[in-house]
Nanobody, 123 residues
Framework: EVRLVESGGGLVQAGGSLRLSCAAS????????IGWFRQAPGKEREGVSC????????YYADSVKGRFTISRDNAKNTVYLQMNSLKPEDTAVYYC????????????????WGQGTQVTVSS
C-alpha cells in the first residue's frame, strides 16, 4: 500500500524556518509526483508546492514563492519542504500527497495522502 508520512512540523516564531519531510513507501518513488498541501481552520485545502517525477519541475503557490523550496531525494524516497521566513498565515496542517499533477498542484487530483503535520507560526 502507498504510505506517506510527514514529519518536521512544530511551533516557530514569525520569521523562522522549518523543514518538513515526507517519507514515502509502497510506490515507485522516482516515478511519482509529490505535492505539499495545507489546510488552515476554516479554509479550503490548498496546494503549496508540487514537484514532478521526470525533470524536477515545480509549482509554488504565489503566497509561498521565494520563501519555500521543495526538493526530493529519490535515494531516500523522501520529499522535503524547506520553509523560510514563516508568517502566521502559514499556520496550517501540512500534508504530502501523490497521484496528481505538479502543473497546478490541485488537491482534488491527488489520491494518496499522509496524515499531516501541524505547523504553527506565532506572531
Amino acid at each position: 500500500e502507498v504510505r506517506l508520512v510527514e514529519s518536521g512540523g512544530g511551533l516557530v516564531q514569525a520569521g523562522g524556518s522549518l523543514r518538513l519531510s515526507c517519507a514515502a513507501s509502497g510506490l515507485y518513488f522516482d516515478e511519482a509526483t509529490i505535492g505539499w498541501f495545507r489546510q488552515a481552520p476554516g479554509k479550503e485545502r490548498e496546494g503549496v508546492s508540487c514537484i514532478g517525477s521526470s525533470d524536477g519541475s515545480t509549482y509554488y503557490a504565489d503566497s509561498v514563492k521565494g520563501r519555500f523550496t521543495i526538493s526530493r531525494d529519490n535515494a531516500k524516497n523522501t520529499v522535503y519542504l524547506q520553509m523560510n521566513s514563516l508568517k502566521p498565515e502559514d499556520t496550517a496542517v501540512y500534508y504530502c500527497a501523490t497521484g496528481g499533477g505538479y502543473h497546478h498542484c490541485l488537491p482534488y487530483e491527488y489520491d494518496y495522502w499522509g496524515q499531516g503535520t501541524q505547523v504553527t507560526v506565532s506572531s
